[in-house]
């Protein structure tokens, strides 16, 4: 059976012709380390004028500076529950000191128990 397109009726059938139509070799882009447009990590200092860098790039590169200080604070929050109502001149919740205490007590509990050593009882 031959290829859909050689069964239309419409237009001149050496248009509907694949040869000149199929895709060359696949690069596997293993001869390159790096994308032509990236550049070298950390090139830039944000905060030097003398930076030639697009404004949109530079509002780009701050946004995402914001957002992984952002990160690093909830992180926080989750090792220290009581640390956002201090933060912010509260005091913890009850819910919130009753995790502090949870927490202390699972910590005491892992250094009475010592170092994993690998085997089971």
Sequence with gaps: MSSGAMQSNVGNPQIYEDGDQRN??????????????????????????????KLDVRMQQEKKMEREAEQEERAQTITNPL???????????????????LQREDEENVRKKGPYNGTSH
């Design 24 to 53: 060359g070799p696949v690069d596997t882009g293993l001869s390159q380390e790096r994308p032509a447009g990236e550049g070298q990590r950390n090139a830039h200092n944000i905060f030097d004028p003398k930076d030639d860098r």
């Design 83 to 101: 640390e956002p109502a201090k933060r912010h001149g509260h005091e913890p919740s009850r819910g919130a000191q009753i995790d502090a205490e």
